[in-house]
Structures are given as structure tokens and as C-alpha cells.
């Protein structure tokens, strides 16, 4: 780098933060550097782009303190009027993990989320960003920022009664799901998957209201069904934008134990057993073919939604009927 | 050896599972030395894809170890068959490589590209939710085969 070049970009950086803000003096790292070490308020040089660092992302996790990724920072684009950017290092861990006892292997692949990154390009309902290919072939991406909490943050912060939440808010979210949907469909018919789907993992975009999809590093192994993952992470999802957050026995319980007191091991989540999905039981509101597509995936089906095709086939003729 | 009757012509898909040699033994029992049939005994290698690996040398080593794995079971599940006095002119062994979560597509198709009148698997019983999550080669191979007879050896 030129020396005028570093003046100009530490110059950038300074006008963005503020003279009482900036440190003394810079510091430029390279994305080949080992992540932890990359910092707040140091400048990365990467492809022909200067980023300043903001911070480090987390993990939101339901009800445990947020984890720290420190392979993913929150960065300005100092040549781009200071767009607002996520940056993933490469980082690539393959382990066993476990649902409802249940292990499986996991992995999270930087190559996966950039051949992904690339099939979705100018797809409006996932993250949009580049690949910059760094030494060695790691992939590095650099992730458009989208303004907007998660699905899981909007439905937490509604503080709704249910009534009002079914009729004013729960049209208007199902319609934009089914389109998410749509597109998680459309990704598996590119023959890739999710591998993580959650609610957290939908962004709903403040500037246009759409949901976007994010973070489809995690790839599993499965010998016999390549989407049965992905179909249960999008039952749990709609579950919960159904049941206005996820309907857990314990809620029920301490709150509304004469429906509790009705419920069987039938009316429950097929692999989290304290997870109500017969939520019709709980919200009688709700309408007996969406109720319907929901006991898809409650310990007592006997068929399993195998596509997004199928799932979608029911829930758009059931949201017709709402 | 002319071709065979399609229902004594047999796909025998097997893993490295004990239902699996379950099944390898009652097809050999069924077979016998009568000479009649025609066994295909195949072994799916399962290609994970280069999300798994960091670097594409490490998958490569993987699948190669896992052909040797595959070709250890293929003998195996040979011996078991010559145990039983199956003749050895109608054995035939083969390993075909598909990607995760497409076990059962290729067996069936592999059913269909041979003209197998019969599929043979072992079930390892796994639980609903577990049919539900990763799902079920041999209860696909059931639902999805055409033409064909399946068994299905618990």
C-alpha cells in the first residue's frame, strides 16, 4: 500500500468516528490473520476494499447470554460511504452434534455459504454479499448489512394478546413466510440446502418488510433424506409465527394449565416433546387447515412433509381459507 | 448364463449394519446352489461433498478410504454367499458412489438400470423422529421402486 493511500483511508477512518473517537494511530491487518486478533477499530485491507471494524456478531441463543463469533465482524466500507457490511473469515469445523438424541454431522463450510452466496445472487429474500477468494483458496465474504431484527426478536417484542396478534399481525407475517418459503424451496431445487434453519435466521428487512434468509454455512450429513432437516427447522418456524413465539408445556403450565390438562404427547413437537404444535388446542382461533399443516410435524403424524412443495401446497390453500 | 427370471434377478444393497449381513445370509439361504438367480451385491459409498473437508486432498483420502472399507464389506458379504454354496458365476460385487442424503434414489435407479426384479436391504429400525429428521433409505426404497419386488430384512 502507498503511503498516501494509508493516509487517505486512516483520513476516512478518522471522519467517520470522530476525532474523539479515533485511536492515536490505526492499525491495518489482512484477512489471512488470525480472526480472534482482528479488532475493534482496526482497518482490513481486502480485494480492493478498506473496512473499519465495528465489532464481532453473536449468536443470539433463545434465553442464553449471546456467544460472540469472532470469525464474523461488523464493518464500514471506507470506499463505499461507509456501507454498513458483515465480513466472515474463513472458518471451516466439521463435528457430531445432537437433536432429540439423535447425532448427526455437522459442518460449517465457508465454501458452501459461497457457492451459495453466488446461485442467490440478486435473489431478494437471502443475503446478498461477494466472495473475495483470499490464499489458499479460502473463501472470504463480504455480506450486504440488512436493517431488521430476526423473525424471533419481532415476535418476542409484539406483546400482543393472541385475538389481536391472529387478526392484525399474523395475515400480513404468513404471506411473507410462504414467499420465504417459496425461496427456500427454490434453493433446494439448486440441489442445496439451509442446514440451519431457525427463526433467528430470518431477517426481516426494515426498508422493504421482506424476510431474508441468513447464514447457510451448516451443512449435515443424512443418508436417507437430503431436506428432512431443513422441512423440521421450517415446521418449528411456522409454529412459531402461528402461535405468535413457540408454545413450550412450561408456558402452558404456569399460565393456562386447563389447556395443558387437555393436550397429548400426540399434540407435541415430533422431536421437541415440550413444544406444542396441535395449536389449535391452544388458540382455538386458528383456522382447522392451518392447524392441520402444523400436526405435520407433531408426534402423531404418520406423513411428513418431504418438500417445500408439499408443506407450501397446504399452507397457501390453507392461508386462502384464513 | 442366459438372463434370468427378473425376480431371481437380485440387487442386494448392503452397509457396514448387522441387519444388513441379516440380509446377506437369508438371500444366500433363499439362493442356495440352485444356480437360478442372478445377486448383485452393491455398497453405496456416501459422498459427502467438499463441504465437509477443508481442502479437496482431505476428501479425496476420505474416499478412498472409505472405497476400502466398501470393498472389504463387498468381500465379506462374497464369503458369507460361498459359505452357503451360492456358485460364484452368479455373484457379481460393485461399489457406486452417491451424495448424502441420495442413498435410496440410487439404489432404485441402480435397481432399474440392471432390470433387478428383486431389491434386497436390511432396516436398521430407527425411530420415527429419526425417519422424520435424516429419514429412512429402506422405507423410500419401499414407497419410491417401480416394477420391482422389495424385501426388506429386519
Known amino acids: 500500500m502507498e503511503i498516501n493511500d494509508k493516509e487517505a483511508v486512516?483520513?476516512?477512518?478518522?471522519?467517520?468516528?470522530?476525532?474523539?473517537?479515533?485511536?492515536?494511530?490505526?492499525r491495518f491487518v489482512s484477512a489471512d490473520m488470525d480472526f480472534f486478533a482482528v479488532d475493534y477499530n482496526d482497518i482490513l485491507a481486502l480485494g480492493d476494499r478498506y473496512y473499519l471494524i465495528r465489532g464481532v456478531e453473536t449468536e443470539k441463543r433463545f434465553g442464553i447470554?449471546?456467544?460472540?463469533?469472532?470469525?464474523?465482524?461488523?464493518?464500514?466500507?471506507?470506499?463505499?460511504?461507509y456501507a454498513k457490511k458483515i465480513i466472515k473469515f474463513c472458518f471451516f469445523e466439521e463435528f457430531s452434534s445432537h437433536i432429540g438424541g439423535i447425532r448427526f454431522k455437522l459442518a460449517r463450510s465457508p465454501v458452501k455459504e459461497a457457492r451459495i452466496l453466488k446461485k442467490v445472487e440478486g435473489h431478494p429474500n437471502f443475503m446478498q454479499g461477494r466472495t473475495v477468494e483470499q490464499i489458499r483458496g479460502n473463501p472470504i465474504r463480504v455480506l450486504d448489512f440488512i436493517n431488521?431484527?430476526?423473525?424471533?426478536?419481532?415476535?418476542?417484542?409484539?406483546?400482543?394478546?393472541?385475538?389481536?396478534?391472529?387478526?392484525?399481525?399474523?395475515?400480513?407475517?404468513?404471506?411473507?413466510?410462504?414467499?420465504?418459503?417459496?425461496?427456500?424451496?427454490?434453493?433446494?431445487?439448486?440441489?442445496?440446502?439451509?442446514?440451519?434453519?431457525?427463526?433467528?435466521?430470518?431477517?426481516?428487512?426494515?426498508?422493504?418488510?421482506?424476510?431474508?434468509?441468513?447464514?447457510?454455512?451448516?451443512?449435515?450429513?443424512?443418508?436417507?433424506?437430503?431436506?428432512?432437516?431443513?422441512?423440521?427447522?421450517?415446521?418449528?418456524?411456522?409454529a412459531a409465527v402461528v402461535g405468535c413465539g413457540s408454545c413450550t408445556l412450561q408456558q402452558l403450565k404456569a399460565e393456562r394449565p386447563e389447556v395443558l390438562a387437555r393436550l397429548y404427547y400426540e399434540d407435541t413437537n415430533i422431536v421437541?416433546?415440550?413444544?406444542?404444535?396441535?395449536?389449535?388446542?391452544?388458540?382455538?382461533?386458528?383456522?382447522?387447515?392451518?392447524n392441520r399443516v402444523l400436526m405435520h410435524f407433531s408426534a402423531g403424524a404418520t406423513v411428513f412433509y418431504e418438500t417445500v412443495r408439499e408443506l407450501l401446497e397446504d399452507l397457501e390453500e390453507a392461508r386462502v381459507e384464513m | 448364463m442366459g438372463e434370468p427370471d427378473p425376480g431371481k434377478n437380485i440387487l442386494l444393497s448392503i452397509d457396514n449394519s448387522e441387519n444388513s449381513r441379516r440380509a446377506i445370509r437369508y438371500v444366500?439361504?433363499?439362493?442356495?446352489?440352485?444356480?437360478?438367480?442372478?445377486?448383485?451385491?452393491?455398497?453405496?459409498?456416501?459422498?459427502?461433498?467438499?463441504?465437509?473437508?477443508?481442502?479437496?486432498?482431505?476428501?479425496?483420502?476420505?474416499?478412498?478410504?472409505?472405497?476400502?472399507?466398501?470393498?472389504a464389506l463387498l468381500a465379506e458379504a462374497r464369503n458369507i454367499m460361498r459359505e452357503h454354496a451360492v456358485p460364484e458365476e452368479c455373484i457379481r460385487t460393485e461399489q457406486v458412489t452417491a451424495p448424502s442424503g441420495?442413498?435410496?434414489?440410487?439404489?432404485?435407479?441402480?435397481?432399474?438400470?440392471?432390470?433387478?426384479?428383486?431389491v434386497v436391504v436390511g432396516r436398521r429400525g430407527i425411530s420415527k423422529k429419526e425417519e422424520f429428521l435424516f429419514g429412512s433409505v429402506s422405507s423410500k426404497?419401499?414407497?419410491?421402486?417401480?416394477?420391482?419386488?422389495?424385501w426388506v430384512v429386519e
Request: charged share 25%; with cysteine; aromatic share 12%.
Open chain 1, 148 to 238: 431488521g431484527p430476526s423473525l424471533y426478536e419481532h415476535l418476542m417484542g409484539l406483546h400482543m394478546e393472541y385475538d389481536e396478534y391472529f387478526h392484525q399481525a399474523l395475515p400480513s407475517l404468513l404471506d411473507r413466510l410462504i414467499v420465504c418459503f417459496r425461496a427456500m424451496g427454490w434453493l433446494h431445487d439448486q440441489g442445496e440446502i439451509h442446514g440451519d434453519i431457525r427463526q433467528d435466521h430470518i431477517l426481516i428487512d426494515k426498508t422493504d418488510g421482506l424476510f431474508r434468509w441468513i447464514d447457510f454455512d451448516y451443512n449435515y450429513s443424512t443418508k436417507g433424506s437430503r431436506f428432512g432437516y431443513d422441512m423440521f427447522g421450517l415446521g418449528n418456524i411456522l
Open chain 2, 28 to 71: 444366500a439361504n433363499i439362493v442356495g446352489s440352485s444356480g437360478d438367480y442372478r445377486i448383485t451385491i452393491l455398497n453405496i459409498i456416501e459422498d459427502m461433498g467438499e463441504d465437509f473437508f477443508p481442502s479437496a486432498a482431505e476428501r479425496q483420502n476420505y474416499i478412498e478410504k472409505q472405497k476400502q472399507t466398501s470393498a
Open chain 2, 102 to 118: 441420495y442413498i435410496a434414489e440410487s439404489i432404485i435407479r441402480h435397481a432399474q438400470h440392471e432390470n433387478k426384479g428383486t
Open chain 1, 272 to 290: 421437541w416433546s415440550n413444544r406444542v404444535v396441535n395449536l389449535k388446542k391452544v388458540y382455538p382461533q386458528i383456522p382447522e387447515g392451518l
Open chain 1, 65 to 81: 447470554e449471546d456467544e460472540p463469533k469472532y470469525w464474523v465482524k461488523r464493518v464500514v466500507d471506507l470506499r463505499d460511504n
Open chain 1, 10 to 26: 486512516e483520513a476516512m477512518a478518522r471522519q467517520y468516528l470522530g476525532e474523539d473517537s479515533s485511536p492515536k494511530a490505526f
Open chain 2, 141 to 150: 426404497i419401499v414407497n419410491y421402486a417401480k416394477d420391482c419386488t422389495v
